[in-house]
C-alpha cells in the first residue's frame, strides 16, 4: 500500500482538484484507493458530490473520538465506486488541532486510524490543509510520500522552501524518510513564464518532479462543481487526459515497500552535528523563547525565530556533552517541552531535560 500526502501551504494551486482525480484515475486503473479529507473545508468531499451534514460521521470523529474506541473507521468510510471509497471531512475539523495539541502523541493519530487498512487498499491519497499545522503534520507522519502541486506562474516556488523545511522535521522523527515529488498544475503552454517556471522547479528539485503537468483546463473546475471527478464528467477533456497520465505515471515509480511508521520519538530536542535544535509548536504565539541552565535561565537570552507559515518556533543552540535543565517561555506562559518524556520536579516546578554524550 502507498500513503499520499498532497500538500502546499498555498491556496489556489490545484492541491484538492489533484486529490480528487488522481485518487479518481487510479480507481480506473483497478487500483483500490481511500481519499482522506483532512481539510476542514471539505473541498475533497464536496468534490465528490457529498454534502457536509448529509453524513453522520467524519474525520474528526476518528481523530478526537479514538481514545475511547467509540467509532470503528469502517463506520465513517464511504463508498464512492467499488474501487474508490471517501473518509469525509466536515467544518467540526476545524475544532481538532487545538484538542490534539494538548494530547501525548499528538502526530500520530492520522497514523493510527489508516494503519489497519494497510492491506484493504492499494493507495490512500491524503488532501491536506492549505497551511502547515497539526492536521498537516499527521498526514505528514502517516504517509510514505508527499505530492507537492505547485502552479506554474509568478511566485510559484514562494514557500516551496519552508514546506522542505517541514519535511525534513517530520524525516528526523520517522523511521522511514519520505519520498517528495512536485508537479507542475494549472500550466498554460502558451505562456514563456510557464516554462520558466517548470525549469525553474527542476532545477531546484531535480528527479523529484513528475514529467506530467496538468494543463490549464476549465473542464476541471467545471467537474469540481458538479461534484464529480474528470473521468466521470470529460473524458474527452486534457483535463482527464493529464490526469490519467499522473496516474499511470506514479503506478510505474519505483518507492519503498511501507512499512509501520514506527513511533520513533527522536529525543526533542534534537542533537545535531551543529548543536541542538529546539523546537516549540504555537501557531498563535507571539513570542517563545528557551529558557535554560545553559542561559543562567535568563527569560530572554535565546529566543526561538518564528519559521512563518508552519507554526513552529525554533533555535538551533551550540552546546557542550553534559546534561541541560530548559522550559519555554510561551508569551509569559512557562511551559515544560511538550515532545520530551524527560521531566524532572524542582522547587518551582517540573523542567524538561536533555543528556548530550
Not at 556533552?321 to 524532572?344: A, I, L, M, Q, S
Request: glycine share 6%; proline share 4%.
Amino acid at each position: 500500500m502507498r500513503t499520499i500526502a498532497i500538500i502546499n501551504q498555498k491556496g489556489g494551486c490545484g492541491k484538492t482538484t489533484t486529490a480528487i482525480n488522481l485518487a479518481s484515475c487510479l480507481a480506473h486503473q483497478k487500483k483500490k484507493v481511500l481519499l482522506v479529507d483532512m481539510d476542514p473545508q471539505a473541498h475533497a468531499t464536496l468534490g465528490l458530490g457529498l454534502i457536509p451534514g448529509e453524513y453522520d460521521r467524519s474525520v474528526y470523529d476518528l481523530l478526537i473520538g479514538k481514545d475511547h474506541d467509540v467509532i470503528a473507521p469502517g463506520d465513517v468510510i464511504l463508498e464512492i465506486s467499488s474501487l474508490l471509497h471517501l473518509l469525509p471531512s466536515d467544518v467540526m475539523l476545524s475544532a481538532a488541532e487545538p484538542i490534539l495539541l494538548q494530547r501525548d502523541y499528538r502526530e500520530y493519530y492520522l497514523s493510527d486510524i489508516l494503519t489497519p487498512f494497510s492491506g484493504k487498499y492499494d493507495f490512500i491519497i491524503i488532501d491536506c490543509p492549505p497551511n502547515i499545522g497539526i492536521l498537516t503534520f499527521n498526514a505528514l507522519f502517516a504517509c510514505s510520500e508527499v505530492i507537492i502541486p505547485i502552479e506554474s506562474g509568478l511566485f510559484a516556488l514562494h514557500g516551496l522552501s519552508k514546506l522542505m523545511e517541514t519535511i525534513d522535521l517530520v524525516n528526523m522523527k520517522r523511521s522511514q524518510k519520505i519520498t517528495v515529488n512536485a508537479l507542475a498544475t494549472l500550466f498554460d503552454r502558451r505562456t514563456r513564464i510557464a516554462h520558466e517556471s517548470l525549469g525553474e522547479m527542476k532545477q531546484l528539485l531535480g528527479d523529484n518532479v513528475f514529467t506530467t503537468v496538468i494543463n490549464q483546463n476549465v473542464r476541471l473546475k467545471e467537474a469540481a462543481g458538479h461534484g464529480r471527478s474528470i473521468h466521470d464528467y470529460a473524458k474527452d477533456s486534457s483535463g482527464y487526459r493529464d490526469y490519467m497520465a499522473l496516474a499511470k505515471e506514479l503506478m510505474k515509480m519505483k518507492v519503498k515497500k511501507l512499512n509501520k511508521t514506527q513511533r520513533v520519538h527522536v529525543p526533542s530536542p534534537v542533537v545535531t552535528n551543529e548543536g541542538v535544535l529546539f523546537s516549540y509548536y504555537a501557531p498563535e504565539a507571539k513570542k517563545v523563547n528557551v529558557v535554560a541552565d545553559f542561559n543562567e535561565w535568563k527569560v530572554n537570552d535565546t529566543p526561538l525565530n518564528n519559521i512563518e507559515g508552519t507554526g513552529l518556533w525554533q533555535k538551533l543552540v551550540p552546546l557542550t556533552k553534559g546534561r541541560y535543565e530548559y522550559k519555554f517561555f510561551v508569551d509569559g506562559h512557562w511551559r515544560t517541552d511538550p515532545d520530551n518524556p524527560n521531566k524532572v520536579n524542582r522547587e518551582f516546578g517540573e523542567n524538561s531535560y536533555i543528556e548530550i554524550d
